[in-house]
T-cell receptor, first 115, second 114 residues
Framework: GESVGLHLPTLSVQEGDNSIINCAYSNSASDYFIWYKQESGKGPQFIIDIRSNMDKRQGQRVTVLLNKTVKHLSLQIAATQPGDSAVYFCAENGPGDTGRRALTFGSGTRLQVQP | EADIYQTPRYLVIGTGKKITLECSQTMGHDKMYWYQQDPGMELHLIHYSYGVNSTEKGDLSSESTVSRIRTEHFPLTLESARPSHTSQYLC?????????????FGPGTRLLVL
């Protein structure tokens, strides 16, 4: 079936470096994508989203890039800090009626920031 | 910060017990969801609701049941807990963020069935 998956299970970066977390999706009909951050013992927290009519969106220290041609989504974190250590999930608006769609989540990437 | 709450945060219980996991949101969202998540793994949708008296099963088969009698409340019940039910259960609700619906999550309930 349709799925959303991540390329790397664990990413280790040095504090201050930029991080790039990747996500591949297979449902070409998906029109909305979200990145969530989940810290240990907490629920996922919304970071940034992007609609399919855009290819780039920037937030505070984060940028999401969408390449619909290859069905690829990435999250870039600038100047990574220890507080960025968490598991990051991408999610897509799943198939179904517009008013009834539930998100489909990828398997997650653990980001470890080394001091 | 989303106003969605889950209780209890942690629960250790014996096999065969009936349990109810509570989820409440104060945002007036019509849509609510339950996900199951094992440590370090992806989230699996087990139940969702589009509004009062509306509930549907999600992608992952679950022995749990849900009810939606009030907009703000979406409890999940296990009639007879088993060790295979040990997991983290996350509740979410969705509302409009900008022009798009976005899901907001509660802190989760970690369940351990002995």
């Amino acid at each position: 079936g349709e799925s959303v998956g991540l390329h790397l299970p664990t990413l280790s970066v040095q504090e201050g470096d930029n991080s790039i977390i990747n996500c591949a999706y297979s449902n070409s009909a998906s029109d909305y994508f979200i990145w969530y951050k989940q810290e240990s013992g907490k629920g996922p927290q919304f970071i940034i989203d992007i609609r399919s009519n855009m290819d780039k969106r920037q937030g505070q220290r984060v940028t999401v890039l969408l390449n619909k041609t290859v069905k690829h989504l990435s999250l870039q974190i600038a100047a990574t800090q220890p507080g960025d250590s968490a598991v990051y999930f991408c999610a897509e608006n799943g198939p179904g009626d517009t008013g009834r769609r539930a998100l489909t989540f990828g398997s997650g990437t653990r980001l470890q920031v080394q001091p | 910060e989303a106003d969605i709450y889950q209780t209890p945060r942690y629960l250790v219980i014996g096999t065969g017990k009936k349990i109810t996991l509570e989820c409440s949101q104060t945002m007036g969202h019509d849509k609510m969801y339950w996900y199951q998540q094992d440590p370090g793994m992806e989230l699996h949708l087990i139940h969702y609701s589009y509004g009062v008296n509306s509930t549907e099963k999600g992608d992952l088969s679950s022995e749990s049941t849900v009810s939606r009698i009030r907009t703000e409340h979406f409890p999940l019940t296990l009639e007879s807990a088993r060790p295979s039910h040990t997991s983290q259960y996350l509740c979410a609700s969705s509302g409009i963020w900008g022009r798009q619906e976005t899901q907001y999550f509660g802190p989760g309930t970690r369940l351990l069935v002995l």
